[in-house]
């Protein structure tokens, strides 16, 4: 079944710096792809919502970059703020079986030092 | 507005004692899920469900039940609560290819 890597597990940056996470993924059926940001001891925000059709999706402060030849799916925060720190998760949903399912990674700890 | 409202918020639970973590969903979602979720290892599915009376087994089902009796309403059910069930679990609904919205989460205790 669908697998997917996150890196880095953890990521450190200075205010005002560009910050990068990228999952890859295994299975190339693989359709609909989300971002989610979790603040400390609260639930899952979502940022993005990305179509396997669109290779680059842009929300504020970031971008969201899909390459469906590698199979990677990147988080590009531009000017962290302090304000970003949290701990952010993609989740692969996989077209195949029609279960809804969406599978995660294992998460980035984003920490923005002023 | 579209929520999904768990409960308990937290819980203690001694060890054998049996838990039921509540979800109700108030956004007409055919599917409903449970993840459990523990530092370390991101959010892991448990059950799932897509349509009332009927459930699915995700990829960690060992020692949870669940129950959807309604459209709105999904219950994970721990027998016998062991140590290794401490943890934050999160339900969620969905609605075709849209994107899964989550409770705030229930923080089990397991002593």
């Known amino acids: 079944g669908e697998q997917v890597e996150q890196r880095p597990p953890h990521l450190s940056v200075r205010e005002g710096d560009s910050a990068v996470i990228t999952c890859t993924y295994t299975d190339p059926n693989s359709y609909y792809f989300f971002w989610y940001k979790q603040e400390p001891g609260a639930s899952l925000q979502l940022l993005m919502k990305?179509?396997?059709?669109?290779e680059i999706n842009e929300g504020q402060g970031f971008t969201v970059l899909l390459n469906k030849k590698d199979k990677r799916l990147s988080l590009n925060l531009t000017a962290a703020h302090p304000g970003d720190s949290a701990a952010y998760f993609c989740a692969v949903s996989p077209i195949t079986g029609n279960t809804g399912k969406l599978i995660f990674g294992l998460g980035t700890t984003l920490q923005v030092q002023p | 507005e579209a929520a999904v409202t768990q409960s308990p918020r937290s819980k203690v639970a001694v060890t054998g004692g049996k838990v039921t973590l509540s979800c109700h969903q108030t956004?007409?979602?055919?599917?409903m899920y449970w993840y459990r979720q523990d530092t370390g290892h991101g959010l892991r599915l448990i059950h799932y469900?897509?349509?009332?009376?009927?459930?699915e087994k995700g990829d960690i089902p060992d020692g949870y039940k669940a129950s959807r009796p309604s459209q709105e309403n999904f219950s994970l059910i721990l027998e016998l609560a062991s140590l290794s069930q401490t943890a934050v679990y999160f339900c969620a609904s969905r609605g075709g290819f849209q994107a899964p919205l989550f409770g705030e989460g229930t923080r089990l205790s397991v002593l």
């Open positions: 956004n007409n979602h055919d599917y």
């Open positions: 990305v179509f396997s059709s669109t």
């Open positions: 469900s897509y349509v009332a009376d009927s459930t």
